[in-house]
């Protein structure tokens, strides 16, 4: 998927997993945009973006399920998938959301998370697809092993929510590719002392190896705010991004999301990345 002059971490970028059951073209070269509101997704949506990610706004540093009518609302509106945001290990709230219809969950935000040591047992819902953070390979391979069907590669989730520091998700976007590539050149005997080095399960590292990606649609997060960024983490080699709910405190957010999804589709060509920072406002 990538093309010539891009960084190119893989030996291919097709991703042999379902995900959104057969929209997998509309999510891989995509944007999701984090919303907290009807009217954000229909901005989001008008945009171009891919998918919607419904979460409630942060309250004293919690970010919480949000409320499954406003999801039902938000269903109504727009055509895209929406996914929703529930706490890291709060079964609960997946089975709450589950019961109203929600099949695709964000399970990311290790700041609002209810258990530090348990992650909801995907399987239990067969029907639905998580999105799981991860901020370096053995955690990415460890949420795959559970059910994630995608990574979210982020940074700092604080700055996520209320900044545009995009320096932490730099950091480790390139790390977890870096440690590809690194799986990807080993020779087998290698693989096992590495799995166990980066505490992830062996039968998922040597797929990682034999492909020379992650077995799962890999979108980077936190602080992504341009188009210039957004192309700096396609370049890099992610399937996609997700953009937080700070956009909305853009003065032009329609527009600097057109751009950034321009840039996504285009990210390796200037020309086009120019033209898709032309007039997307300011704070």
């Known amino acids: 998927m990538a093309e010539e002059n891009a960084i190119s971490p893989y030996a291919g970028r097709e991703v042999d997993q379902c995900f ?14 984090q919303v907290s509101s009807v009217e954000q997704a229909k901005i989001a949506e008008e945009a171009g973006a891919c998918c919607v990610l419904l979460s409630e706004p942060i309250h004293i540093g919690i970010m919480r399920m949000p409320d499954p009518l406003l999801f039902i609302e938000i ?10 945001k529930v706490r890291v290990g709060h079964f609960v709230e997946a089975q709450i959301l589950d019961n109203v219809g ?3 969950f964000d399970e990311s935000d290790e700041t609002s998370a209810v258990d530090q040591e348990h992650f909801i047992n995907k399987h239990r819902f067969k ?20 059910g994630a069907k995608m990574i979210k590669t982020q940074g700092d989730m604080a700055a996520y929510s209320s900044g545009n520091n ?4 730099l950091r480790n976007v390139r790390s977890v590719m870096a440690d590809i590539r690194f799986l990807h050149s080993m020779n087998e005997d290698e693989v096992f002392a590495f799995s166990q080095k980066i505490s992830a399960p062996y039968d998922i590292v040597k797929k990682t190896k ?24 396609m370049q890099l080699g992610c399937d996609g991004i997700f953009v937080g709910l700070e956009i909305f405190q853009f003065s032009k957010p329609c527009d600097r999301l057109r751009g950034i999804v321009q840039a ?3 990210y390796n060509d200037p020309s086009v990345l120019a033209q898709a920072s032309f007039g997307v406002g300011a704070i």
Request: net charge positive.
């Open 20 to 33: 959104f059951k057969g929209e997998s073209s509309r999510v891989l070269r995509g944007v999701i945009v």
């Open 75 to 84: 269903k109504r509106v727009v055509s895209v998938p929406v996914i929703v």
């Open 102 to 104: 929600v099949k695709h």
């Open 127 to 146: 029907e639905s697809y998580f999105v799981c953070g991860c901020r370096s390979l053995g955690e990415a391979l460890r949420r795959v092993k559970e």
């Open 166 to 169: 995009i320096t932490e998700t």
């Open 210 to 233: 034999e492909i020379g990606r992650l077995p799962a649609i890999n979108y980077a997060a936190g602080g992504i705010a341009t188009p210039a960024d957004a192309a700096l983490m």
């Open 264 to 266: 996504v589709k285009g």
